[in-house]
């Protein structure tokens, strides 16, 4: 690959940006959605099943499964960093934030990541590159020119740190600048809020235990995948393809479960 060697990166968005899904469990325990062993037996069965489903459909249609997987991260990641304010919408915030590592990084590194998508969905990813680079890219500057106008640029905005994380997006190759803002921008940003409703929670006595054991699944999981390819791939390439699948594949349970929640807890909020 042109962004250099993949593995250190990669490694870390493993080690250290996976671990923040495997919280989930503790999350639905927590909210009700699987106490109880029959609840947590459908809950775990219905979680695999999409995960599942997801990988299937990779398999069967790559292009389009990585059109959605971009289009789920830049509302995951946008929604995860919007903040309350009275100033900025929230459809600004999600777009200005969550396009980052969705729209910014392909853009700004065409050739990388051209290589990195056909890695990933094969030929015809490039029409996937064309339309960020055309129309994604468009409505991330127009949504994060609009968020600087509401909220203004003071170092404590979200503008401020979309603009400095863009930078950061511009300067590192598209891995690093991936794994740097899911590890250290959305999963800490995670971790935070977890912490805070898990505090004093009895539900959580062994979380960190269980967290690690659905991490280790997860990498597990990525081996499996790995091995599974029919397509002759480089190690490389196959570790690559191979965590990008295995992300994406969880990031769809996970998105339901946590930014479902953070959709009730919006709509019940005092006002």
Known sequence: MSAGDPWVPLLFVIIAGIPHGAADGLVARRVGLARGWIRALAYYAGYLASVLLVLLAWQLAPVPGLAIFLILSWLHFGLGDARP???????????????????????????????????????????????????????????????????????????????????????????????????????????????????????????????????????????????????????????????FVVVAALTVPHMILIDGLRAIATKTMPR
């Open 85 to 243: 304010t009275r100033r900025a919408s929230l459809a600004n915030q999600v777009l200005a934030h969550g396009g980052l590592v969705a729209v910014v990084v392909p853009v700004v590194h065409p050739g990388a990541v051209s290589g990195l998508f056909e890695i990933l969905s094969g030929s015809g990813s490039h029409r996937v590159l064309d339309v960020l680079r055309w129309a994604g890219f468009p409505i991330w500057c127009l949504a994060t020119l609009a968020y600087l106008v509401q909220d203004g640029l003071k170092p404590s905005s979200g503008p401020f740190e979309v603009l400095v994380l863009a930078g950061i997006c511009l300067m590192l190759p598209p891995l690093w600048a991936f794994a740097i803002y899911f590890c250290l921008v959305h999963s800490v940003r995670h971790f935070r809020q977890l912490a805070m409703l898990f505090r004093a929670s009895p539900e959580v006595k062994h979380g960190w235990r269980e967290i690690a054991i659905l991490s280790a699944l997860a990498w597990l999981m990525i081996v499996a995948v790995a091995l599974g390819f029919e397509t002759p791939l480089t190690l490389d390439n196959a570790f690559v393809k191979a965590t």
